[in-house]
């Protein structure tokens, strides 16, 4: 299309223009980078979808990869079909061709030659964008397309919590998407009428073609119902929206805010029906009166008239007016996190220590743990590491094992690859990928007991792996510190080429193994190396005589990272943790299902709930949480296994519907696997946030917030809230000891005020029976403490141990030199008819080889301190000589060795040169002599200097007697330490009386 220049004279004719000729180059370039991107694109898919058919997941993928699909086409395609109709449709309602020139004539010339290339692309780019929007969405679609019932109705609209949960979020997508592409539409086609003609004029003498009216006016309409549809909606989303006071809808939401919407939803649909009549009265100062109304109507109506009823009507008489909606926000909240059913009881807690009443409770203080697993982790690595590319988590796993017929509270961990401790010269594809491949065995330690110098009482370690939990599969070809991907498998007769374990018996000072399991797709054909190749990165792949027809690729080791990506629709607990079952290793994993759409409920970010925590929570923002599915991987072929733990969970029936049959019955778990089971850490700790101020359940004394607790600051680390504990223990109500999580609670706010107000359990006991839960499994026990009697909390009780002076003369003693002293977890125990506080306290070389060892263990019960090198010592102190007779078990891994004799094999012997026992206690200095001395006073310092003295040559004799691999010169040195150290604290007390 051409215009004229003026009235009378032509345009001039266009150069014409000769086709450039293309660079063959550019072309074969273009060809290329295409062929390049195309193979890196299939060889991806390729590889992924080989890893779920491995695994049998293969409709996982599917699933997501064909709901991704049909949505991105659907919407897609409706979006870019509606911008393109717009464009059409204006184009088609330009006005004739006339000779007049416009302004906009030259704007017009320039985008001519254009006009094909927008016409395509516009509508695609706009397309791309809205499919790859809507279709990143799917599991929105899928929960809609099989929603389920909770069977609980919210308060206001008496709808079931799964429209919420289930069907508004799709409404809600979807009137966006509507209103997204009808606006942009409106924009497309104003802009094309404008430039062609079909709109001119300004001001009153605003004039449109009747096409242009016509296409205008109906988008308008389509603008104003969705519109009207939001405002709809909106009034639902009160219920879920977080207010002033509480979250979901208050007072005001239900008395002005509500009706508003409804108003304004009915506004907006007669401004829409204004639009029409555009194109018959082609006047658009009715629909443009219109819109400006219902922007009055909604600044008046949504805005100032809820304002004005919050100030004068409800800030007035809050309480009052609020109560209905405040309880409305308690029940909810303690429905949606499972707290809704928690066994209250007022606990008559005593500071006055009965010796009795300790004897009374002998089975909860027989398993006191005084492991800390997140310290005694150096001491795994330095005495069950054996070699360099072993390594041990920092964080270690309390669980519980049968020994000898007792359930014993056990500390455990896995030993894994850390290539990084390979020296230079072994860090080479072929080490890396084929050879190293896997750990070996577990290690495990009683929890309340170690050894006569400190050290874990091991039940079961060495390599080969010895002890207590029997025979079972130890390699270890998934967990947490595995490398990227390894290749296994190799030729029958050829030989091992993975190294098994280190034996110095053998000739080369290993064993070698082959993989025998079906962990990972075949990578044996030249197809599959090539495309593992492309996806991996990884040239070696095709040209190495170790990739084989035999071979397998391993790879998504982590247990979090598989059972992620078959499950997708669960967030996962932050700890994978492993467990000895039915002969296996396998990896425990707890998964939820959760939402932030559960109306009424009070929403919580778990991101930084906890400061300085942020890691050690799963990261989301929900108001609706469930465990329901218990995952296990399988350390040596990678098997994941989903249980369906809560088969009651509306969400987790809707997945099961959308995935099929992916998820087991509970009544397929062994009863080995059940009683490694444990009420998981992350969704305790968010239970015991919504606790703290949900355990009132009174709406009056909520508003008042005079009752609510928070969890205390860490006694170690002021930086974060104190841990949950697992611990065995019986709390009031119970008839048994049982494996339990536990918290306390301390006053909220910033009072230093930090007194015991309240103690958590729940029940984690799973039982041992085969596909049966115990009862009382998941039982949230809470004791609420008298408000008239101070029971101190654990900051006043980590202050008592600090302000001891015979306690820390002591622990300064061991601070000299070269040692550090740490302090383990602050447990607390309701023991004695009150509050039992246990610290164990560890001493380690504060440099260089670092073995933690457990010197003092401290008591407290109400402002009772003791402090001794035993719990069994420390009780005495504190109950009186003789009240722990019977509640600890003085002569429980003394020893502890885990020890094969047919094989000759002990833990200890599994410490080598680079993983030997550094002594942790500390070198003498010199200790100043008083002024004014007294023969009492000379004595006593000369007994000080010669005891520590004789504690420096013991640290050395224990030092060189480990350098050479003498343990049992290395026990005698720690009998020599242990017994000049006694003599140092026994001289530094006579000292002191000398010097008073």
Known sequence: MTFAADGNQPSPPRPIRVPQRRSPLAITAIVVGVIVVAAVIAANIWTEVAWFNQLDFSEVVWVQWLTRGVLFVVFGGLAAGAVWLSLFLAKRARPARSDARSSLDRYREQIEPLERAVTISLPLFVGL??????????????LFLHRQSFGTADPQFGLDAGFYVFTLPTLNALVSYVLTIAILCAIVAAFVHLLYGSISGGGRQFIASKGARIQLAVIGLIVMLGVAANYWLDRYSLLTAQGDLIYGASYTDVNAVLPSRTILAGIAVIVGLMFLVVIWRADWRIPIIGVGLMVIAAVAIGGIYPAIVQRFQVEPNEQELETDYIQRNIDATLTSYGIDDVEITQYDATTEADSDALRGDADTTAQIRLLDPNIVAPAFQQLQQNKQYYTFSDELVVDRYDIDGESQDTVISVRELNLDGLDDSSRNWVNETTVYTHGYGVVAAYGNAVTSDGQPSFFEGGIPSSGELGDYEPRIYFGQNLPAYSIVGAPEGEGGWELDYPDDD????????TYEGDGGPSIGNLFEKLAYAISFGEEQILFSDRVTSESQVLYYRDPLERVSKVAPYLELDSTAYP?????????????????????YASLINTTGLFAGDDDALIQTTLNYVRNSVKATVDAYDGTVTLYAWDEEDPI??????????????VSEISSDLMSHLRYPEDLFEIQRYQLSEYHVTDAATFFSQGDFWQVPEDPNDSTQRQDPYYLTLQMPGQDDPTFSLTTNFIPAGDSPRNILTGYLAVNSETGDTEGE??????????????RDTTIPGPGQVQNNFNADSEAQSVLNLLRQGESTVENGNLLTLPVGGGLLYVQPVYVQASSGTQVPLLRKVFVAFGDEVGFADTLAEALDQVFGEGASEGATDPDAGVDGDAVDEEA?????????????????????TETATPDETTPAATDAQAALDEALARATQAIEDGNA????GDFAAYGEAQDALNEALQDAVDASDALDAATE
């Open 129 to 142: 964008i809205a499919g790859g929007a809507m279709s990143s969405q799917w599991e929105t679609f899928q």
């Open 506 to 513: 053998a000739d080369n000072g290993q064993q070698n193994t």
């Open 579 to 599: 467990a000895v079952v039915d002969g296996r290793v396998v990896w425990v994993v707890d998964g939820y299902t959760t939402t932030s759409e559960y109306p």
């Open 652 to 665: 987790l029936k809707a997945w099961e519907e959308v995935f099929g049959s992916e998820i087991h019955s």
């Open 773 to 786: 839960v115990d009862e009382d499994y998941g039982t949230l026990r809470l004791m609420e403490l008298p």
């Open 904 to 924: 000759g094999t002990s833990t200890d012997d599994a410490a080598t040169d680079d993983g030997a026992t550094d002594d942790a206690t500390s070198e003498p």
């Open 961 to 964: 007697a480990l350098a050479e």
